[in-house]
């Protein structure tokens, strides 16, 4: 292993941070040069932005695809000759044209688009932000470039351009590619036990691989991490090298080409939790009053339990820019240089912006103003603030804003794993287990485990059903997975309980609600054609759940900014594409390859040994993938054979091979056109005529061969089912039985999640219905659950909460509800909350607890309980934070309208 350090793996980069602490990092560069030398990684890499008509991928959604600043585009293409954005060019017809970006379009055709370009007597104006036209690079007549660069270019506005891309002589020849990356940034523990051992690590990923590749744990790699150094200095590093690498791109060896490329890396976004990303965007985090880090809204706690805040907290404020929080901090330096320490709180708290970096300056300042004399202080004062300016006095990665236009307040997305399951979920599940029962608490409490236990996980999770009672017991320490179940499961599983009034409507409706509000959050992919509809379908999807949670939990609104935050992950998919494209879920799954590194490190050296553990990994499937490396200008490669003697677990291990599937015409289950695995007793959509719409739902019965045909031709027995296609709002449509039918396995395409529709049955709870198992054995050890009533035509619910095949399946269920305005929402939620505390003042003057309305449980003061652990508060304190029971007789939304 040494010799393969020596001559392959990349070295590590010592830093020392301004107060002393030492730490390691690899280099993007690093990174990137593997990549390319890399045959099974260079072959996914999509270096051009595509504009096909499905948006999947980071470089094929907005940000990327449609992009002008040419800070952030390819910045030139090859054909006879090399073409470089910002230079003018002439095209076949004669016209000539400012290329800003290169890209591929439906057909796969690669084509640029540049400005119009006038010519004014002996100089070029070019007409930017009004005439842009597509054009085909290829035409591009290259032997005039010559002399066009010698003519002088401004804009329409007078401002001289550059007559040429200073690129082109750095180049010399070789082809520039710029390359999408993403970096994340988090607190992990080092520590396999519950004792936490703080580490602060950043991910790398290279965004120019497809969806599937990046979700891959070997492509997640580790650029530093530190027991010692904080995330800014971490991240300092990362910056400094994305603006050096932007000015100078560095020379990798293209295995694709066979040939000296040269490689600029620009960051797309940075992924982060809430308050990592807060952090990182200089906010003030999410304690907060203005704790929104991409907007301005926000405000006391008083003015959010009133109409008009409320109203403005379900909207999208005026945007934040990188630009004008580099000002704001210029501002905060300046009144501390002053020794007004009271001045700088309130500006940070009434701006929401509260830079680290620079607040630790301001306290220096600060200091040095009471320390220093009058006779000196304005002059020593002065000084060092000059010297503050003079460096790095702001968080890092505003440092990006002006030399790439990375802009940190719309390029740290809304992160669905921390924001939507971890966030809106969790408040949601924390406040039903809470109110299971009231005084017949056992008895619901075992009705709501087994309904929860009965619902097939089919197309959600591999597994027969899910461990209720452990759901509920442990419902402050649930993973994103396990909500993420939860909350698609968790409308049908509670059908019955809503139906015979165990549970709430309006508790149901908010479950239903933030069911569909996730399948629409984890849609796979977006038609451009569609992107729109998708938009104001997500939109009316928070809206309803908005206005269903202000009648459950209106207190809570008011006290966690991830309600508020949720609504710019509108902005983000368009911009960046589907919002599992800048999910955290695999780079959390990486921190398990971390804290391996770091309990297999004797931890006097924390950050090196990890880095170099997971380094030598990297390394060692680079060689399996034949992956090339340079000695001495020479490029060298590993035999062939290698990968051949690795291990089929190995090679899964790590990613260089798929794993083993059976083939679609295994009697266990078919394969469906869509890739979806349909076994007997599931349901499944089938096409007659894809073009027409028609088609039915169906649930397989048996697989079976035709011995008598000489191909063994397979067919299958199903189940036809009937329901009404037309619906609209939370309730789930109902499939009844119908006729059977042999067909063939063609036209089979989506997998459904179907429960029995146990209210029709009456199916019922029964206190010893099913043995449980132990050590994959039967026991006489007997549990409460669901006794299924089969007799007769059954009767089926279609789960229209199931992420699986989300906007492919968009028409099988109900049409969304027309969603309430914010003002309706902002008025029901302000007289609950008004309603709640003149219940509690009444509790307060001795009329004890009281029932709400159609309710046989009584509404509770809160407890510590009733808050959940999260920091997140919106405001300092949530003390004045009470469960939502409490409802009037009358509310300007009736809940049943959205139905």
């Known amino acids: 292993m040494k010799r393969v350090r020596a001559e392959v793996c990349p070295p590590l980069h010592k830093h020392t941070t301004s107060d002393g602490k030492i730490f390691f990092s690899s280099s993007i560069r690093d990174k990137l040069t593997q990549d390319f030398s890399n045959p099974l990684i260079r072959r996914q890499m999509t270096l051009l932005p595509s504009r096909k008509s499905l948006v999947r991928e980071v470089y094929e959604a907005n940000e990327m695809a449609f992009q002008t600043d040419t800070r952030k585009t390819p910045p030139c293409y090859r054909s006879d000759g090399m073409i470089f954005t910002d230079e003018v060019v002439r095209i076949a017809d004669g016209r000539l044209l400012r290329p800003f970006t290169f890209f591929t379009d439906e057909q796969g055709r690669e084509r640029g688009e540049g400005w119009a370009v006038i010519t004014r007597g002996d100089h070029f104006e070019v007409h930017m932000g009004n005439a842009r036209f ?43 590619y710029q390359v999408p990356v993403i970096v994340f940034e988090d607190e992990t523990s080092g520590s396999t036990t519950k004792r936490w051992n703080e580490h602060v690590a950043i991910y790398f990923s290279n965004a120019s691989l497809p969806r599937s590749e990046l979700d891959k744990r070997a492509n997640v790699k580790l650029l530093s991490v530190s027991t010692k150094v904080d995330a800014h200095a971490l991240m300092d590093v990362v910056v400094d090298e994305l603006i050096r690498s932007h000015k100078e791109p560095f020379p990798v060896y293209d295995c694709y080409l066979q040939e000296e490329v040269l490689v600029r890396p620009l960051l797309v976004f940075c992924v982060a939790d809430n308050p990592m990303a807060a952090m990182l965007s ?56 002053k020794g007004i320490a009271t001045t700088l709180s309130k500006r940070q708290t009434k701006t929401g912006i509260k830079d680290v970096v620079t607040t630790r300056f301001c306290t220096e300042l600060l200091g040095l103003s009471k320390t220093k004399s009058e006779r000196h202080k304005d002059v020593e004062v002065k000084a060092r603030r000059k010297e503050v300016f003079e460096g790095k006095w702001y968080s890092p990665l505003l440092r990006l804003y002006e030399p790439i236009g990375f802009d940190v307040c719309a390029a740290t997305p809304v992160e669905i794993l921390h924001t939507f399951q971890l966030g809106v979920v969790k408040y949601l599940w924390k406040y039903t287990t809470d109110h299971i029962g009231g005084t017949a608490k056992n008895t619901r409490e075992r009705d709501f485990v087994a309904r929860l236990q009965a619902v097939p996980l089919t197309g959600i999770a591999n597994a ?25 499961v968790a409308s049908i599983a509670f059908y019955p309980l809503m139906k015979d009034d165990t549970m709430s409507l309006e508790l149901w409706v908010a479950w239903s609600a933030l069911g569909v509000l996730g399948r629409l959050l984890f849609a796979e992919e977006i038609t451009r054609e569609e992107l729109v509809q998708y938009k104001n379908d997500l939109k009316a999807a928070l809206l309803v759940f908005y206005a269903a949670a202000a009648v459950v939990i209106p207190t809570k609104m008011t006290s966690k900014p991830k309600f508020h935050i949720l609504l710019h992950v509108i902005d983000n998919i368009e911009a960046y594409g589907p919002a599992k494209g800048f999910s955290a879920e695999r780079y959390e799954s990486f921190n398990a390859a971390v804290r391996d590194a770091s309990i297999k490190s004797n931890r006097s050296a924390p950050s090196k040994d990890i880095l170099q553990r997971t380094m030598d990994q990297e390394t060692i499937r680079h060689l399996a993938c034949g992956g090339s490396w340079s000695r001495d200008g020479v490029v060298c490669k590993p035999d062939p054979d290698l990968f051949s003697m690795m291990p089929p677990k190995l090679r899964q291990l790590y990613g260089l091979e798929a794993s083993d599937s059976d083939p679609p015409s295994s009697l266990s289950h078919i394969i469906t056109e869509s890739g979806d695995r349909i076994r007997p007793g599931e349901f499944s959509t089938v096409w007659y005529d894809r073009e027409a719409g028609t088609g039915d739902v169906v649930r397989l019965e048996r697989i079976f061969r035709l011995e008598d045909k000489p191909d063994n031709e397979v067919q299958v027995e199903v189940t036809l089912m009937k329901w009404n296609r037309d619906v609209q709002g939370l309730l789930p449509i109902i499939l009844k039985e119908g006729e059977r039918e042999i067909r063939s396995i063609n036209g089979f395409d989506r997998l459904l999640n179907v429960a029995h529709d146990c209210h029709h049955h009456k199916c019922q709870v029964k206190s010893e219905a099913r043995s449980v198992r132990m050590e994959r054995e039967e026991t006489q050890h007997k549990v409460a659950g669901v006794v299924h009533e089969e007799d007769g035509q059954q009767q089926y619910l279609l789960n229209h909460c199931l992420f699986r095949s989300a906007l492919q399946l968009a028409d099988m269920y109900p049409r969304l509800a ?47 309980s009733d808050i959940d652990g999260d920091s997140d508060l919106w405001t300092e304190s949530s003390d004045d934070e009470h469960p939502g029971d409490s409802r009037g007789d009358e509310s300007d939304i009736d809940v049943e309208d959205h139905l």
């Open 134 to 176: 597509v054009f085909d690079p290829e035409e591009v007549d290259v032997r005039e470039l010559r002399e066009l660069h010698k003519i002088n270019v401004f804009d329409q506005n007078g401002n001289q351009l550059p007559n040429f891309n200073p690129l082109r002589v750095k180049a010399a020849g070789r082809i520039v």
């Open 282 to 337: 200089a906010s003030i985090g999410m304690s907060g009053l203005y704790a929104c880090r991409v907007c301005k809204a926000g405000g006391p706690r008083k003015a959010m339990r009133e109409v008009t805040g409320f109203a403005q907290f379900l909207q999208q404020g005026v945007p934040k820019h990188g630009a004008d929080i580099i000002e704001e901090n210029r501002r905060q330096i300046r009144v501390a240089a």
């Open 464 to 488: 027969r059903n899910l461990p209720g009672k452990w759901l509920v017991d442990n419902a402050g320490g649930l993973i994103g997975k396990d909500l993420k179940k939860i909350v698609q």
């Open 818 to 864: 027309e969603p309430p305005t914010e003002q309706n929402i902002a008025e029901l939620a302000v007289e609950l909350i008004t309603g709640e505390s003149a219940e509690h003042a009444l509790d307060d003057d001795g009329e004890g607890e009281r029932a709400a309305p159609g309710r046989s449980e009584p509404v509770r003061r809160a407890t510590a």
